[in-house]
């Protein structure tokens, strides 16, 4: 409802586009730099409908050559805090913030002396306006020193001034007082009720953006940056979820899972010899390949350095985990172009299943990693072998 009302409040809209240039659209200094425009505005049109009532010609609040006089200043008072909203639009947010708040408040000490001084003035309610509105858009400690001197300022002259016997003028004592306490009452409700629900809206709107960057935060702590896919507390998370479902429906085969570990062979010789950067290029590859293998449940993360892991949504019969290595493999052993250079690299996959081999996260990889290690070193002593043989033929067709 508040907003409806303030939407016809203002003459102008805050050139959002504009502030998300300057700030970056969503972020909390651009939430802060709408409300600081949009106040100035509203008060703006404020100022020009009430003081358009207050000078119209005929109505009982002053008199004429008062009027007159009072018409200039109501002018500068528009002028200063339209200049306001443009200082946001351009940038400089501080000063935008320090002008709207001279502004208000001066013009308000001001009316409340020139009307009769502060202890006689129905102008003097008229005070908790700029106050309000200071706490609204200044820091802490700014809006006490600006609320205080708001406050005590007319209050001091007007003292001082009786103490010298000097009657201060009082503007309005032409008017009915009853129809200026009635109209004024309104103007400062309408007055609170504006910075209020701007607040209000900037707070929700401020809310909105910090949840917003913390999702995004949360998914970052849960992403490996290099390769973008999950980190070991991602991975650690997804298998617990993964034991939680598991255990729900008791020792059902369709309920287990398992862990593939991933091992890349030849990926030290490229790191070392092309350097880091084609390095992390081909981890990304590498990375990219072994996310397109994924099935609909399963998971990939980056253990570290040259290895993941893998977790596959339910336990696969024995022919489907080879037909998924097998097409790991196919995947890893791509050609990569390095630098002009073409490299294959190869896998060592190893596999652990929940709950026969292990039952908790730590233990699964654990189990995973090993059976990757003792098929990484059978398949050396096997190159080996290859090689030894290889060896022992050409020395005997040599000696032939």
Same mark, same amino acid.
């Given at each position: 409802m508040g907003g409806h009302i303030l939407k016809y409040?203002?003459?102008? !809209?805050?050139?959002? *586009?504009? #502030?998300?240039?300057?700030?970056?659209?969503? &972020?909390?200094e651009f939430y802060r730099a709408v409300f600081l425009s949009n106040l100035g505005r509203s008060f703006a049109t404020l100022l020009i409908l009430a003081h358009g009532i207050i000078l119209f010609p005929g109505t009982s609040f002053m008199d004429t050559q008062t009027k007159l006089w009072l018409a200039p200043f109501v002018? %500068?008072?528009?002028? #200063?805090?339209? @200049?306001? *909203?443009?200082?946001? /639009?351009?940038g400089k947010q501080d000063a935008a913030r320090k002008l709207t708040n001279f502004t208000i408040s001066a013009s308000t000490m001001i009316s409340v002396i020139i009307c009769g001084g502060f202890i006689s003035s129905h102008v003097t309610p008229f005070l908790l306006a700029p106050i309000i509105v200071c706490f609204c858009i200044s820091p802490r400690n700014e809006a006490i020193v600006v609320g205080v001197m708001t406050f005590f300022t007319p209050l001091i002259v007007d003292l001082a001034l009786r103490l010298t016997g000097v009657e201060l003028p009082n503007l309005t004592s032409t008017a009915n007082p009853a129809v200026n306490v009635?109209?004024?009452? %309104? &103007? #400062?409700? %309408? &007055?609170?009720f504006i910075s209020l629900s701007f607040l209000q809206k900037t707070n929700e709107d401020l809310h909105t953006a910090l949840d917003k960057e913390k999702r995004v935060f949360e998914n970052w702590a849960l992403l490996d940056p290099l390769t973008e896919v999950g980190n070991r507390r991602y991975l650690d998370a997804e298998i617990e979820k993964a034991i939680s479902q598991a255990k729900q429906y008791?020792?059902?085969v369709t309920d287990q899972f398992s862990i593939l570990f991933i091992d890349l062979n030849g990926f030290k010789e490229i790191n070392d010899h092309m350097g880091h950067e084609a390095g992390d290029m081909v981890l990304r590859t590498i990375a990219h390949r072994l996310k397109d293998v994924l099935g609909d449940g399963d998971h990939l993360a980056r253990f570290g350095g040259d290895e993941f892991v893998m977790l596959l949504a339910n336990a696969r019969a024995d022919d489907a985990d080879c037909f998924i290595t097998s097409k790991l493999n196919h995947a890893i052993e791509q050609p990569i172009t390095v630098n002009g250079e073409q490299y294959r690299l190869g896998a060592s996959i190893g596999k652990a299943v929940?709950?026969?081999?292990?039952? &908790?996260?730590a233990e699964l990889i654990r189990a995973a990693d090993m059976d990757m290690y003792a098929i !990484?070193?059978?398949?050396?002593?096997?190159n080996r072998? /290859?090689? @030894? %043989?290889?060896?022992?033929?050409?020395? #005997?067709?040599?000696? !032939?």
């Open positions: 409040l203002q003459i102008f !809209k805050a050139d959002q *586009a504009n #502030l998300a240039g300057l700030y970056g659209e969503g &972020t909390a002018a %500068v008072l528009v002028s #200063l805090l339209a @200049i306001s *909203a443009r200082l946001v /639009e351009s009635i109209f004024l009452m %309104v &103007t #400062l409700f %309408v &007055t609170i008791g020792e059902a929940f709950p026969n081999d292990a039952d &908790t996260p !990484k070193m059978a398949n050396r002593l096997a072998h /290859e090689q @030894i %043989v290889s060896q022992q033929e050409t020395a #005997l067709s040599q000696t !032939k």
